[in-house]
């Protein structure tokens, strides 16, 4: 793993965990932290790292970790970036919380790059969103604009890399 992945991964579940058992010590909590039609901007950006319960910490904890291992660094900020981009798109009534939406970005980075390997293992990660209060629009937007970014800006040059 590069250094500057470490550090990416790093950064993240040091920002997990104090947002996650803040709730016991400050006001802050997934309703406070998360995105929502009525909350200020800040939001838009901390819902990301705020999570409903220490359960969904882990799984996207999990999940982010072993998708993220596998790409180079400039793809996971990308799928922050989609992450952070689909925000707006996705509110409701509701907050919105989790690292689900930069999980979902690096899948839309993988089927991007490789549809044919990736698309068995999408059906079943798709499935999840039947679940209640999960936010399928955060995930399908944040899929989306990693998607089209990917596809637009670094396919060429991330086939090229991996070939030299």
């Known amino acids: 793993m590069t250094s500057s992945l470490k550090y990416i991964t790093a950064t993240n579940l040091l920002a997990f965990l104090p947002l996650y058992f803040s709730a016991a010590l400050l006001p ?3 309703a406070t932290l998360g995105a929502s039609l009525s909350s200020p901007l800040w939001t838009y950006l901390s819902c990301h790292f705020a999570h409903a319960s220490f359960l969904h910490f882990l799984l996207n904890a999990y ?3 072993v998708l993220s291992l596998s790409f180079r660094p400039r793809l996971v900020l990308l799928a922050f970036a989609s992450a952070f981009l689909a925000t707006p ?4 009534a509701l907050p919105t919380v989790g690292l689900s939406g ?3 970005a690096l899948c839309g980075i993988a089927f991007a790059a ?3 390997q990736v698309l068995p293992y999408l059906i ?3 499935a999840v969103n039947l679940l209640p209060s999960i936010s399928l629009r955060m995930h399908v937007f944040s899929f989306l604009w990693a998607f089209a970014i990917y596809s637009a800006f670094y396919k060429h ?3 090229h890399d991996r070939h030299q």
Do not use: E, K, N
Not at 89 to 92: A, C, Q, T
């Open 124 to 126: 079943p990660l798709m």
């Open 102 to 104: 930069v999980i979902y």
């Open 28 to 30: 802050l909590s997934p």
């Open 114 to 116: 490789s549809p044919r």
């Open 89 to 92: 798109l996705s509110l409701s």
């Open 157 to 159: 040059s991330f086939h």
């Open 63 to 65: 999940a982010y970790l």
